[in-house]
């Protein structure tokens, strides 16, 4: 019995390891340019964006998403597939509803130290918009461009591919002031989520939909709670 409880324990241990989301490191550059010519890309695997945090039931048709994930000493690099049979972009101003407009969004929790970042920069909540603009809210709860992501997005037909590499900063970063992004190195953890906003003719969002399992009644908690990342950790050489 002793034995079979220790074989057990070592199952576990082996089954949560396994759980763990690793991100592997491409060990040549990435090209931004929402083009999926390199290698690197072929060697790891899709992960879904099918948790709904906002709106009623929708189609696959309507809204369907995957993402995979790299890194290198500068950069997190994401890839996401992302079909929506409307693309809208109804507020110009950039910092105006953005995240009423079809935007991809993405959470980094740099040193996955998770908690509130609403005003903070504990974490940041990024949307990318159509335009490539990228909107977080600063510190002074004012929303605000940052240039910390570099992304191109290719749409054909319903079925948009964004590729992105993204610098990452830690909590003491100051809006307005010279910041030095870091140095990514193994073993790492940081929070990550990704999502999506769907709108294709409403006034509000029709639909947020998330890579991460938020519990309880409100599952919009990313931009406010970073408790609700999913830990990534680095690996490779
Ligand atoms: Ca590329
Ligand atoms: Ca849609
Ligand atoms: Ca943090
Ligand atoms: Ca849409």
Redesign the pocket.
């Known amino acids: 019995m002793r034995y079979f409880n220790c074989f057990l324990i070592i199952l576990l241990c082996l089954c949560c390891e396994d759980a763990t989301f690793k991100v592997s490191k491409t060990t040549k550059g990435i090209q931004i340019d929402g083009l999926v010519n390199e290698a690197s890309w072929e060697t790891v695997n899709w992960n879904p964006i099918n948790q709904r945090w906002l709106g009623k039931e929708y189609s696959a048709d309507d809204f369907s998403g995957r993402y995979k994930l790299l890194w290198d000493e500068n950069f997190l690099y994401v890839l996401a597939e992302i079909t929506d049979d409307k693309l809208i972009d109804t507020h110009p101003d950039g910092l105006v509803k953005y995240w009423d407009d079809d935007c991809l969004e993405i959470f980094i929790?740099?040193?996955?130290?998770?908690?509130i970042?609403q005003y903070t920069h504990?974490?940041f909540a990024y949307h990318i918009a159509l335009d490539d603009k990228v909107t977080d809210i600063g510190t002074d709860s004012i929303p605000r461009y940052y240039d910390h992501i570099i992304s191109k997005r290719i749409t054909k037909g319903n079925l948009s591919v964004w590729e992105a590499a993204i610098e990452l900063y830690?909590?003491s970063y100051l809006d307005d002031q010279e910041n030095t992004p870091l140095k990514l190195s193994a073993n790492k953890k940081i929070?990550f989520a990704i999502a999506y906003c769907d709108n294709d003719a409403s006034g509000e969002r029709e639909n947020f939909i998330g890579s991460t399992v938020v519990e309880g009644e409100d599952k919009n908690r990313g931009w406010i709670d970073?408790g609700v990342f999913e830990e990534i950790v680095l690996v490779g050489k």
């Not at 929790?109 to 908690?115: F, I, M, Q």
């Open positions: 929790d740099s040193d996955n130290s998770k908690g970042h504990n974490a830690d909590d929070g970073a």
